[in-house]
Structure formats: C-alpha cells, structure tokens
C-alpha cells in the first residue's frame, strides 16, 4: 500500500548489503493503511541502532525515541519540545550496531509523521502512498548523504558574495540608518560585512512591492551607495497581499485571478502584517509567471537578493497558517486540483520556482 522498496548503493560495495541468514534484503518495510487512509510504514533494524536526522528539527542531534511531524511552521519561539519547523524532510540517518550508516527516506511531501520511539524502529505515517528508498549500508554517514545528494540533487552554489557574513535585524527603520548607524559602523570599527537584510519595515504599511516614500523613498540611491563601499542587499517579500483596492499587487492579482481559494470558491483571506491579506496560489506556473513578473519590476531598484518569508505559509492567528479545506487549482504534472493540506510542504518550493 505504500509503494514499492528502493535502494541506492555504490556499487563497488555490494559486500555491505543487509542481509538475513538466508541471503534475503534484511531492510524490508512493512506497510499498512489504517484509519482515514493513512499509509503507515514500519522499519525494523538491528537492535541497538540509533538514529539522527528527521530534517530540521529542534531538540538534540540524536533522535532516538523522538516523534516530529513534517509540517512546515512558522515556529517563532520554539523549544526542544517542538515536533515541526520550518522545512520538512521525512528522512532518517540510522546508525547500525555494526558502526555502518543507512539512510531512509519516505518520499512524500504531505504531513508524515516520523516516529523513533519504538527500540531499533522507524516508523512513518503519512496520507496517500509513498515509496520507501534507502540509501546503504555504507561505512560512514558522510557516505549515506552523499549518496541521497546523488539521488534527490545538491544545493546551487551561491554568489561568492553571498558566503561572507550577512547582517540582519527587524529595526532598520530608514535608509539613514541603514547606511550609517549600521553598514559605515561596521566599516568604521573594522568588522567586516558583506550583506545587509532589510526586513518588511522598508515597506509602504507592510504592502509587498512598495517602499515607504518617507523612509526608503529612494532604494536605488541607498543600494548604490552600499556596493560604493562593497555591501550588497538582501530585501524581505511575503506571499501575503494586503486586501485592499487601489493597490497596485491587490488589483492586478484580482483581475487575474490568482488567489487560493476557499471551498466555496471565494478568495481565501488570512492575516499577515498588513492585516487582511488574500495569498497568490503558486500551484499554477501561469500565478508563478505572474509574481515573477512582480519580482523582475523590484529588482529593478538595484536589489540583490530577496528573503521569500512568511511562506510556509505563515499567519499571525493561532493556527499560524491556512486551512487545510482551501483550494488550490494545482497544475495537472504536480497533482491537479488539490485541497490544502495537499500542497502545504511544497508552498514555499513552489514560491521560489
């Protein structure tokens, strides 16, 4: 019910294979569908193995006898105790009793549920089915990622810009401040910094794609001075548009007709920063040509890099995003016309495509 069982190896090491004392695959999953369509799978490994990984997650770097769900959160002010953050990965690095390293990897962006409560045991619990891949035995774990790199792609490298030290606060309140309280002090007292964010306060009434006429009432001009003295800028954008006519993202997304939408088919509305707030459905490549266009107009002003942020997708209620029952009207290659809980970890990868 859950899929199939597939593995990466090297294959000048096929001696290291998990095997029974009958020479069968030791790492067989056992699959279930219980309750409301939920596809469990069930990892038995040798006791005594232990377990890292689980993607991001609070708590301690061993996660032997822990339980997170993948769930994408806004979880500003979390504890150790808290089971989803802000990306999800539903893979587990197990460590053997033999010091050899496999990796498990459900393959499923929907909420999956990792548990490693049980002795020696992996446990996944996710919606609809999935494959299990793993990746080893191997000697070591750099060996396991490495192989799981070979299999789901590497990170681009970024601007060599961008690997010196980036500085960021939520209080750079104007352009002045920005230049001289902050970037020319650091030059003064000999500290080096290669970047500067600018979170949403250099924004019109927090309203995406504008800068405030007082504050930043010239973007270009600071960002000019900022590479004269070797600084670049990063700039905050958030999937969240203010509800409100007259402004120019509101009624050109209206007119297009590219918002999530509720069950009953009106736009969905949630609160971010500026209040009220309708979201742009990135499940469509035509409302991604739509924001891409947005974001080529902005970068326009001299803009560096941008900080796609509140996109898990976040609010400021105590559900902390969207409803589960919105519409999305997906495209047919990624799974068509889906409810939310559908493409809520893919949100935010969709946004940046």
């Given at each position: 019910a859950a899929?199939?069982?597939?593995?990466?190896?090297?294959?000048?090491?096929?001696?290291?294979?998990?095997?029974?004392?009958?020479?069968?695959?030791?790492?067989?999953?056992?699959?279930?569908?219980?309750?409301?369509?939920?596809?469990?799978?069930?990892?038995?490994?040798?006791?005594?193995?232990?377990?890292?990984?689980?993607?991001?997650?609070?708590?301690?770097?061993?996660?032997?006898?822990?339980?997170?769900?993948?769930?994408?959160?806004?979880?500003?002010?979390?504890?150790?105790?808290?089971?989803?953050?802000?990306?999800?990965?539903?893979?587990?690095?197990?460590?053997?009793?033999?010091g050899k390293s496999l990796g498990v990897l459900a393959d499923t962006t929907r909420r999956c549920e990792i548990d490693l409560r049980q002795e020696s045991t992996i446990k996944f619990a996710a919606l609809s089915a999935y494959p299990i891949i793993t990746f080893g035995p191997f000697d070591t774990p750099a060996q396991v990622v490495a192989s799981l790199s070979h299999a789901i792609g590497t990170v681009s490298m970024p601007s060599k810009w961008a690997l010196g030290y980036h500085q960021c606060r939520f209080s750079y309140k104007s352009s002045e401040r920005v230049l001289e309280q902050v970037i020319r002090t650091f030059r003064e007292k000999g500290i080096p910094c290669d970047v500067v964010w600018m979170d949403i306060d250099y924004m019109d009434g927090f309203r995406?794609?504008?800068?405030?006429?007082?504050?930043?009432?010239?973007?270009?001009?600071?960002?000019?001075?900022?590479?004269?003295?070797?600084?670049?800028?990063?700039?905050?954008?958030?999937?969240?548009?203010?509800?409100?006519?007259?402004?120019?993202?509101?009624?050109?997304?209206?007119?297009?007709?590219?918002?999530?939408?509720?069950?009953?088919?009106?736009?969905?509305?949630?609160?971010?920063?500026?209040?009220?707030?309708?979201?742009?459905?990135?499940?469509?490549?035509?409302?991604?040509?739509?924001?891409?266009?947005?974001?080529?107009?902005?970068?326009?002003?001299?803009?560096?890099g941008i900080w796609n942020d509140m996109n898990e997708p976040a609010m400021t209620t105590t559900t902390k995003t969207m409803p589960e029952s919105n519409i999305h009207r997906g495209d047919a290659d990624i799974g068509g016309v889906q409810n939310h809980s559908y493409y809520h970890n893919v949100m935010s990868l969709l946004l940046w495509k």
């Open positions: 899929g199939p069982s597939l593995s990466f190896a090297e294959p000048r090491r096929r001696e290291v294979v998990l095997r029974d004392g009958a020479g069968r695959p030791a790492v067989v999953p056992e699959c279930e569908v219980v309750g409301d369509d939920v596809h469990r799978v069930l990892i038995k490994l040798p006791s005594g193995t232990s377990f890292y990984g689980t993607g991001e997650a609070s708590g301690p770097l061993e996660r032997t006898g822990k339980r997170v769900f993948t769930w994408n959160t806004d979880a500003w002010g979390y504890g150790s105790g808290t089971t989803s953050l802000y990306q999800s990965h539903p893979w587990v690095l197990s460590i053997l009793p033999d995406c794609f504008t800068f405030d006429n007082n504050r930043f009432a010239d973007p270009k001009s600071m960002v000019d001075d900022l590479h004269s003295i070797g600084c670049k800028s990063i700039w905050m954008l958030d999937p969240g548009i203010k509800e409100e006519k007259g402004y120019f993202v509101y009624d050109g997304g209206s007119e297009n007709d590219v918002w999530i939408k509720k069950a009953d088919g009106s736009p969905f509305i949630g609160e971010v920063w500026p209040g009220d707030c309708v979201f742009p459905d990135f499940t469509s490549e035509r409302i991604r040509t739509w924001w891409a266009r947005l974001v080529r107009d902005f970068i326009s002003n001299g803009v560096d």
